[in-house]
Every structure is written in structure tokens, then in C-alpha cells.
């Protein structure tokens, strides 16, 4: 089934297929680190139960996102992201195994996961079909190592298939009308032929001066844009990764395994001038002493890392450190002293440490009541915070950002007049259609008479399940309202203001006669049955966080 959808959809139904790929699962990338906010103190207070993992615990968080991730990896073949959005998959998945045991749903078998296997997106080749020689490179890259084993890997694909088993069971056969199956089918099999007309924003420069009372007003209406956040007051225990180097010995068998992984990952001198490209296997030679360089630096920081983190356990441990004069005091007995750094928003981390956002969200975290982070990675090595003061947010005066807001006003009325520019154009274009002037002409003619630069173009006949080449996405958004012979409002991107003219617009058959009625159908009974099985599935989420909330003192 997942096989199928994978292939028609993608290929046939685009849209559809990236509505029911976002409803399905969305993947996100969770890095577990003593930056979490649940550390050593932490650890003694925080308990709350959800379908029998501890939220409170870092061993258990550490199985629920790794599970959550591997899991998405391997069905969208591809991570690097993270958030929010890994969380609630994480709930979903364990809320959904939980309702699978107390439905009784049976263990997957062997030959499930076998068949599973082949419609994982992490092993499909070009042409999205299964790839054994993906499939057996992933199986060797676990050998190397890393923390995820076969067994994880086996598990998570069982439990992914009891997912899907009992989302097929919760959320039904998906019912749907026959007026959406005709909806989706004129949606995505229209034929267009399209005019296009490009205004070009960045050349556009009317001539904007504004007066000290429009500023004020602007400033006035738009004050949350330029509110100062808090910021944080915080000095370091800096373990730098550098100190660490001399210690560090490498093999050329542990270079060469390095380089081996991940060969992209290094840059290769380009041609000439060229910019740097990414290396391929052959090219070990020419990035060898780079790879060198960076296993040594990755070995000094965990390292650094460790001696961060002994000395944050020391620290906690020694009940004189309670206190800032304590704190201070331990310190100078241990003759450290503490770097001071730049006031700096969690926005952005402070400047002398590359604004790292680990080290700015472990800042954040600390105050009276906890004055000491935990070791925070970062790359150069790891730090230690120490809580000084929070500065709270405030409105700045006009004066203080001043030129911000000038620049913003003139901005926001520049859009604002080419939006009415496009406005007249489209009256302009229109008058001109219907006195028989061709669409590239009558654009032409009434930019140039506006003062702004135009390029026309033609699309050839395209449908959205096939669409033209190089066709700009937000000309797409267009199409809903508009009728052959009609000229779309504007449609502004970041550079240009697109003016779309429907030349022809030739309907599907909405029959049930039509060969892709019956598969239109079928993904959107597909659709409306993941959405009801995830209503069920978030529910039950909200019911379990809400039934362990922890009791306000």
C-alpha cells in the first residue's frame, strides 16, 4: 500500500501527496545534550509519566526522540531538522503503540518488516523504487558503530508497522463525496495554457520621504517589532577544545575510516578559482590532512567536554556552591576564573562564542534559583554558565532605533505602492485584451507606461500533475479563481509581482468514465483516513499530558 501511494502519488498527485506526507509524519532531528535543561538538578524534581516513559528522565527522552527520528529517517529518507514538530511525532508514536497494545494488535512479523523495508524511502534510488545496494550500505554503516544498532533499527520498523496497522484500523476506510473526487481531479488536471508577466520589484524605486510624524506613527503601530528582548548576564568556564589537541593521537586507519563515512563532508580545492567542491571517495589525498584536523578536533572536544561536565558535577555536589558568594568562593579555591561575556538575547547567543544557540537556550535556563548550567558543547570545545543577571525586556525609545525604522516605513510603503501599481496594471491589461491586443503586448505597454521594468513569458499547456518546467510556484496560487481570458490580481514574491493570464483552461473529465477518477478516490479515502486516526491519536496525547500535568503549589 505505502508502495503504491509512494508511486502514484508523488508522481501523479504531488499536492495531495505532500498534504498526506505532512499528516502521515513529519521528521524532525532532537540532539540530546547536558544543555537540555534536565540535568543534575533537575534530575532530582522532575517526574512525569507518559504511557510509561519518564519526561523528567534524560535515558528516557533520549529513547523516545531517538526512536521518534529514526523512525522519520527512515520513512522520508532524509533528517536534519528539529523542534517542536519531533516532539508531537514522539507522542503520537508512543500514544499510537500504546492503543495498538490495548487493541490486542499482534507483534509484526518478520516477513512485515521485510516487506516494510521496501517502501522506506531512506532506501529508494532515483527512480523511488527499493535499492538493495542502499538498503546493504545502511546495514554496514551500523557495524561501524554510533549508538544505533540492528536491533534498534528492527524494533522501530516493527513498531512503525503496528502504527500503520492500527491507523488503518482507528481511522477507517476515509469517506469521501464524490463533489471532493471531482474538486481534486479539475485541481490537478486542468489543462492551462498561461501569459506571464513579471514586474520586476527590486528595479522598482519611487521616491519615499517620510515626515517625522509618519515615522511616529509607524513606530507606534509596528512597537513589537522592535522590542528588545531579555537578555542575560552570564560569565563562562571556558574548556577549550585546543588544550585538549596534544593529547590526541589518531591512526591513518581511524582517518581513513573517517573520511570513509562520510566523504562529502569535506571540501576539495576547485578548479582555479572555483569555489571549494565536495569531496568523493577518490579524492581522500587532496582533504586528507582536513579530515585529520577534524578528528582530532572532534576528539579534543569530547575531551574538553568531560572535563566541563566533572567540574559541573563537582560543583553541584559541594554544598557551599548554593549561593553566588559560595560559588565565587569554591571558584578561587580552585583558582578558575570566570570569563565574562556580552549581555545576549536567547535569539542570539553571545558573540564570543560564535552566537552558539546551545549555549544561549543553557543560559536562558539558569536564574536565581539555579545559577550553574551543566557543560554545553559547542565546537570549539565546552563552558560552564554562570548566572549573573537577567535584564528584562523593554519598548526602546524612537531615537534608538531610529534608522531601523525609517528604512522599515520606507520599505512597507514601497510595497504598498506597488501593490496598487499592480492593481491599475491589471485594469490596464485587461482594457487592452478586450480591445483585441495580444497579452505580452498589452503588458508591455502598460508597464512602460507605469515606469516599471516587465518581462513577458508563455508557459506551454501544463497541468499541476505534470507541470510546466521552471514554472514559479506562486503563479500556481493563482489558478483557483481564474478563468480562461481572465488576468490574475498580482501575486507578489520576494522580487517581482506576477501578473498570470489564463489563455486556455480546458477541463478533465469529472466522470466517473475518467481511468484516474477511481485513483484520485482511493488517495483521498487514504487521506481522510489518516486524518481520523490522528484526531484519535492526538486526543489520546492531550488526555495523557493532561491526566499527568504536574499539580500547580
Given at each position: 500500500?505505502?508502495?503504491?501511494?509512494?508511486?502514484?502519488?508523488?508522481?501523479?498527485?504531488?499536492?495531495?501527496?505532500?498534504?498526506?506526507?505532512?499528516?502521515?509524519?513529519?521528521?524532525?532531528?532532537?540532539?540530546?545534550?547536558?544543555?537540555?535543561?534536565?540535568?543534575?538538578?533537575?534530575?532530582?524534581?522532575?517526574?512525569?509519566?507518559?504511557?510509561?516513559?519518564?519526561?523528567?528522565?534524560?535515558?528516557?527522552?533520549?529513547?523516545?526522540?531517538?526512536?521518534?527520528?529514526?523512525?522519520?529517517?527512515?520513512?522520508?529518507?532524509?533528517?536534519?531538522?528539529?523542534?517542536?514538530?519531533?516532539?508531537?511525532?514522539?507522542?503520537?508514536?508512543?500514544?499510537?503503540?500504546?492503543?495498538?497494545?490495548?487493541?490486542?494488535?499482534?507483534?509484526?512479523?518478520?516477513?512485515?518488516?521485510?516487506?516494510?523495508?521496501?517502501?522506506?524511502?531512506?532506501?529508494?534510488?532515483?527512480?523511488?523504487?527499493?535499492?538493495?545496494?542502499?538498503?546493504?550500505?545502511?546495514?554496514?554503516s551500523l557495524k561501524t558503530g554510533g549508538g544505533v544498532t540492528e536491533a534498534d533499527v528492527a524494533r522501530v520498523m516493527g513498531d512503525d508497522v503496528r502504527i500503520n496497522k492500527l491507523q488503518k484500523l482507528v481511522g477507517g476506510p476515509g469517506y469521501v463525496l464524490d463533489e471532493d473526487v471531482r474538486t481534486a481531479l479539475a485541481r490537478s488536471d486542468t489543462r492551462w495554457t498561461l501569459g506571464i508577466a513579471a514586474l520586476d520589484y527590486t528595479a522598482y524605486a519611487p521616491?519615499?520621504?517620510?515626515?517625522?510624524?509618519?515615522?511616529?506613527?509607524?513606530?507606534?503601530?509596528?512597537?513589537?517589532?522592535?522590542?528588545?528582548?531579555?537578555?542575560?548576564?552570564?560569565?563562562?568556564?571556558?574548556?577549550?577544545?585546543?588544550?585538549?589537541?596534544?593529547?590526541?593521537?589518531?591512526?591513518?586507519?581511524?582517518?581513513?575510516?573517517?573520511?570513509?563515512?562520510?566523504?562529502?563532508?569535506?571540501?576539495?580545492?576547485?578548479?582555479?578559482?572555483?569555489?571549494?567542491?565536495?569531496?568523493?571517495?577518490?579524492?581522500?589525498?587532496?582533504?586528507?590532512?582536513?579530515?585529520?584536523?577534524?578528528?582530532?578536533?572532534?576528539?579534543?572536544?569530547?575531551?574538553?567536554?568531560?572535563?566541563?561536565?566533572?567540574?559541573?558535577?563537582?560543583?553541584?555536589?559541594?554544598?557551599?556552591?548554593?549561593?553566588?558568594?559560595?560559588?565565587?568562593?569554591?571558584?578561587?579555591?580552585?583558582?578558575?576564573?570566570?570569563?565574562?561575556?556580552?549581555?545576549?538575547?536567547?535569539?542570539?547567543?553571545?558573540?564570543?562564542?560564535?552566537?552558539?544557540?546551545?549555549?544561549?537556550?543553557?543560559?536562558?535556563?539558569?536564574?536565581?534559583?539555579?545559577?550553574?548550567?551543566?557543560?554545553?558543547?559547542?565546537?570549539?570545545?565546552?563552558?560552564?554558565?554562570?548566572?549573573?543577571?537577567?535584564?528584562?525586556?523593554?519598548?526602546?525609545?524612537?531615537?534608538?532605533?531610529?534608522?531601523?525604522?525609517?528604512?522599515?516605513?520606507?520599505?512597507?510603503?514601497?510595497?504598498?505602492?506597488?501593490?496598487?501599481?499592480?492593481?491599475?496594471?491589471?485594469?490596464?491589461?485587461?482594457?487592452?485584451?478586450?480591445?483585441?491586443?495580444?497579452?505580452?503586448?498589452?503588458?508591455?505597454?502598460?508597464?512602460?507606461?507605469?515606469?516599471?521594468?516587465?518581462?513577458?513569458?508563455?508557459?506551454?499547456?501544463?497541468?499541476?500533475?505534470?507541470?510546466?518546467?521552471?514554472?514559479?510556484?506562486?503563479?500556481?496560487?493563482?489558478?483557483?479563481?481564474?478563468?480562461?481570458?481572465?488576468?490574475?490580481?498580482?501575486?507578489?514574491?520576494?522580487?517581482?509581482?506576477?501578473?498570470?493570464?489564463?489563455?486556455?483552461?480546458?477541463?478533465?473529465?469529472?466522470?466517473?468514465?475518467?481511468?484516474?477518477?477511481?485513483?484520485?478516490?482511493?488517495?483521498?479515502?487514504?487521506?481522510?483516513?489518516?486524518?481520523?486516526?490522528?484526531?484519535?491519536?492526538?486526543?489520546?496525547?492531550?488526555?495523557?499530558?493532561?491526566?499527568?500535568?504536574?499539580?500547580?503549589?
Amino acid at each position: 500500500m505505502i508502495s503504491w501511494i509512494q508511486r502514484n502519488m508523488q508522481r501523479h498527485h504531488k499536492i495531495l501527496f505532500g498534504s498526506l506526507l505532512f499528516v502521515v509524519i513529519v521528521a524532525f532531528v532532537f540532539v540530546t545534550n547536558a544543555s537540555s535543561g534536565l540535568g543534575w538538578k533537575d534530575r532530582e524534581v522532575l517526574k512525569r509519566e507518559f504511557f510509561g516513559y519518564n519526561l523528567g528522565s534524560d535515558e528516557d527522552q533520549a529513547r523516545l526522540y531517538g526512536d521518534a527520528n529514526l523512525s522519520a529517517t527512515l520513512q522520508l529518507g532524509y533528517s536534519g531538522f528539529g523542534g517542536e514538530q519531533l516532539q508531537s511525532y514522539a507522542f503520537q508514536r508512543v500514544a499510537s503503540l500504546h492503543l495498538a497494545d490495548r487493541l490486542g494488535l499482534p507483534t509484526t512479523s518478520k516477513e512485515e518488516i521485510a516487506d516494510h523495508i521496501r517502501t522506506l524511502r531512506a532506501f529508494a534510488g532515483e527512480d523511488g523504487a527499493f535499492d538493495a545496494a542502499s538498503y546493504a550500505a545502511f546495514r554496514d554503516s551500523l557495524k561501524t558503530g554510533g549508538g544505533v544498532t540492528e536491533a534498534d533499527v528492527a524494533r522501530v520498523m516493527g513498531d512503525d508497522v503496528r502504527i500503520n496497522k492500527l491507523q488503518k484500523l482507528v481511522g477507517g476506510p476515509g469517506y469521501v463525496l464524490d463533489e471532493d473526487v471531482r474538486t481534486a481531479l479539475a485541481r490537478s488536471d486542468t489543462r492551462w495554457t498561461l501569459g506571464i508577466a513579471a514586474l520586476d520589484y527590486t528595479a522598482y524605486a519611487p521616491a519615499v520621504t517620510p515626515a517625522p510624524a509618519d515615522l511616529a506613527k509607524f513606530f507606534g503601530d509596528n512597537t513589537f517589532r522592535y522590542e528588545i528582548g531579555p537578555r542575560i548576564v552570564v560569565g563562562a568556564l571556558n574548556f577549550p577544545a585546543a588544550d585538549h589537541l596534544a593529547a590526541v593521537q589518531v591512526t591513518e586507519e581511524e582517518v581513513r575510516g573517517a573520511f570513509d563515512r562520510f566523504p562529502g563532508a569535506f571540501a576539495k580545492p576547485g578548479p582555479d578559482d572555483a569555489a571549494p567542491q565536495p569531496a568523493t571517495a577518490a579524492d581522500y589525498p587532496l582533504v586528507r590532512d582536513q579530515v585529520e584536523a577534524e578528528l582530532k578536533l572532534a576528539r579534543a572536544r569530547n575531551l574538553a567536554s568531560k572535563a566541563a561536565a566533572d567540574l559541573a558535577l563537582a560543583i553541584f555536589e559541594n554544598p557551599n556552591t548554593k549561593t553566588a558568594d559560595g560559588l565565587l568562593a569554591y571558584l578561587g579555591s580552585r583558582q578558575l576564573t570566570l570569563q565574562p561575556l556580552a549581555p545576549f538575547t536567547r535569539e542570539a547567543g553571545p558573540a564570543e562564542f560564535g552566537q552558539s544557540p546551545e549555549i544561549a537556550a543553557a543560559a536562558f535556563r539558569l536564574g536565581e534559583s539555579r545559577l550553574v548550567s551543566d557543560a554545553v558543547t559547542h565546537r570549539q570545545g565546552a563552558v560552564i554558565l554562570v548566572w549573573q543577571e537577567t535584564q528584562p525586556a523593554r519598548t526602546p525609545l524612537l531615537t534608538e532605533v531610529l534608522d531601523r525604522v525609517t528604512a522599515d516605513y520606507i520599505e512597507s510603503e514601497k510595497r504598498r505602492r506597488f501593490v496598487e501599481l499592480g492593481r491599475t496594471l491589471k485594469t490596464d491589461v485587461t482594457q487592452r485584451l478586450a480591445a483585441g491586443t495580444a497579452f505580452a503586448e498589452a503588458a508591455t505597454a502598460a508597464a512602460r507606461g507605469a515606469g516599471v521594468s516587465v518581462t513577458t513569458s508563455q508557459t506551454a499547456a501544463f497541468t499541476r500533475r505534470e507541470p510546466a518546467a521552471d514554472l514559479n510556484p506562486a503563479v500556481l496560487s493563482t489558478l483557483e479563481r481564474l478563468e480562461k481570458g481572465q488576468v490574475s490580481d498580482m501575486v507578489l514574491t520576494a522580487d517581482q509581482g506576477l501578473l498570470v493570464f489564463a489563455a486556455e483552461k480546458q477541463l478533465p473529465d469529472l466522470s466517473e468514465a475518467n481511468p484516474t477518477y477511481a485513483a484520485a478516490r482511493a488517495q483521498l479515502a487514504l487521506l481522510t483516513s489518516r486524518l481520523a486516526a490522528n484526531s484519535v491519536i492526538n486526543d489520546l496525547v492531550a488526555a495523557e499530558l493532561k491526566r499527568t500535568e504536574p499539580a500547580l503549589n
